[in-house]
């Protein structure tokens, strides 16, 4: 097993001082806690409220089986001179390995219609024009479309790490050229550049992972994601419980700690000024520097008082944006090898048809319309020391998005005692998500030996979104207007992860970079990539 061993924090309460405190322990905070540590000896305390630290970076284990919560694939993992991979190596200390996902990372059946998704420029535009020969000219725009907004994206990125006064009047430089590309869905631009709606089906069939169709995403999210894969994906060997296990004695070493199970229950500001955390216990423990890897929303409307974080004029604005979307997420082990159920570690993507925005509607407000995506990720094919690990086992991930509303009704009961009712839901759920991976994999039919079914209650309990939301504040067009810089308007209070920068695992990570290059006061990200 690769859960991380951390100790509790009611176990072994943090003996400071510290530098600085960091709420949560998902990539984000984990990344910039490492960076403090190593680049200018700063004793972090990371406080987390799970059991495992990580964030959607740990594991999730029954007795012999192991599975990804949040983490599933990463994009330049295998390129050690790409920017993510380098990053990644600085915050691990060249600990983490990577094992490259074979050619072909991402199918994307639609229909009938299977596309395959290979890694680099060249052999992802034969592919597409080969399904669709007359469409070369418009898969090259498309193309060009995503490389300029990636490329414009670094000036927007850019203004979340320096000063409040030096962003407000940089700032409108810095964004615009991005702006243009973020405040368009991703429909709207693509069908600037086709009217063919089984190529704009396949172009954005990976739109879970940013959680929103076309119709309502961002078009910059959608190319960050696009950008990110085009020379194919990897995946932490020994597994996404590694990357948490790699930073975490980065941060020891420095003088500081991680602790898990540790409950924060309020921020505490004197003066205008951050200096601390209450936790759930009672304990007051104060630092000079407080970074939040909580996500913005539980930063600004659930953890600041409410006085201090209504004078920053955030919480308003904030709330104005929606939640991303939730997820179910069936976790299914078999005692059978991925070499005998003929797994071979490519995603796959199912739609029922091309029309992703109906039918994520149509889903989202009748749970038993038919699921309008399921993706399908083989972690124990994916990483070649699970064989080593968990001899004669293997794993697959079943995930579809979800609605919070349909679970709302047991919010207030307890994880694991919720009810008949709600195990009855959870199962006929699990039945419909095995037929679907039965269809798209009939080897394993008959063979399953591990079910089980996470909620976004589930997501909700261990992370502490309020509405168990995958990615925070969701990829619409309008959260790029919110502006969040790492730098929060209250004196020693910092923003990080995947709110402060873009959606997912390295989004998070390049997060924490862009907070400590604040604390800092100076350009992290070009002294680790130079």
């Known amino acids: 097993m690769t859960q991380p061993i951390a100790r509790s924090y009611k176990q072994d309460p943090p003996d400071g001082p510290f530098d600085a405190i960091v709420i949560g322990s998902g990539i984000g905070g984990l990344s910039a806690a490492a960076i403090l540590a190593k680049l200018a000896a700063r004793r972090v305390l990371v406080l987390e409220r799970h059991y495992a630290p990580g964030g959607y970076t740990h594991v999730f284990q029954r007795p012999g ?8 694939y990463i994009g330049q993992g295998h390129d050690p001179q790409s920017e993510a991979r380098r990053l990644f190596d600085y915050v691990t200390d060249g600990g983490l390995a990577w094992a490259r ?8 059946v639609i229909g009938n219609r299977t596309v395959d998704l290979p890694a680099g420029l060249q052999g992802l535009r034969g592919s597409l024009t080969g399904h669709f020969p007359g469409a070369a000219a418009a898969i090259d ?71 929103l169709p076309p119709g309502q995403s961002s078009f910059a999210v959608h190319a960050t994601i696009v950008d990110h894969y085009l020379d194919g994906a990897a995946y932490p060997v020994g597994g996404a419980g590694r990357i948490a ?9 420095a003088g ?41 929303f539980t930063t600004f409307c659930r953890l600041l008082p409410r006085d201090a974080a209504e004078r920053t004029g955030l919480p308003d604005r904030i709330r104005r944006i929606p939640p991303s ?57 994916k990483d070649p020391s699970f064989p080593i690990r968990l001899p004669g086992r293997a794993t697959i991930e079943v995930i579809t998005p979800a609605s919070h509303e349909w679970f709302a009704r047991w919010t207030d009961t307890r994880w694991q005692r919720r009810g008949a009712e709600y195990e009855d839901l959870k199962a006929r759920l699990t039945e419909r998500l095995l037929d679907q991976l039965y269809a798209a994999v009939p080897a394993v039919r008959g063979k399953v030996d591990h079910a089980e079914l996470s909620t976004p209650l589930s997501t909700q309990h261990f992370t502490g979104h309020a509405r168990g939301e995958m990615y925070g504040l969701s990829a619409t067009p309008d959260r790029f207007r919110l502006r969040l810089g790492a730098q929060t308007p209250i004196p020693g209070l910092f923003l990080t992860g995947q709110d402060l920068s873009s959606l997912g695992v390295v989004g998070a990570l390049f997060g924490g970079a862009l907070t400590a290059s604040s604390v800092l006061r100076r350009n992290i990200l070009s002294q680790i990539l130079k």
Not at 358 to 370: H, I, K, L, S, V
């Open 65 to 72: 089986y192991e599975w990804d919560v949040g983490l599933h």
């Open 101 to 108: 996902m074979p050619e072909v990372y991402d199918r994307i």
């Open 141 to 211: 725009r498309y193309l060009g479309a995503v490389d300029a907004c990636t490329r414009a994206g670094r000036g927007y990125y850019a203004e979340k790490a320096v000063p409040r006064p030096i962003a407000a009047i940089l700032g409108p430089l810095l964004r615009a050229r991005f702006l243009r590309h973020a405040r368009r869905t991703t429909l709207e631009t693509l069908q600037d550049i086709t009217r063919d709606p089984e190529l704009i089906a396949v172009l954005t069939g990976q739109y879970l992972d940013y959680g």
């Open 245 to 253: 296990a790699t930073i975490a004695p980065l941060i020891e070493a």
């Open 256 to 296: 500081g700690a991680v602790r898990v199970s540790a409950q924060v229950q309020q921020i505490l500001v004197e003066g205008g000024r951050a200096v601390g955390v209450r936790m759930a216990d009672g304990r007051d423990l104060r630092a000079p520097i407080l970074v939040s890897d909580a996500g913005a």
């Open 325 to 381: 979307t939730a997820h179910l997420c069936l976790y299914v082990g078999f005692k059978h090898t991925s070499q005998d159920l003929g797994l071979t570690g490519t995603n796959l993507w199912l739609y029922p048809d091309a029309d992703h925005d109906g039918n994520f509607t149509r889903y989202m407000r009748d749970p038993q319309a038919p699921f309008p995506v399921i993706y399908l990720s083989f972690p124990s094919a």
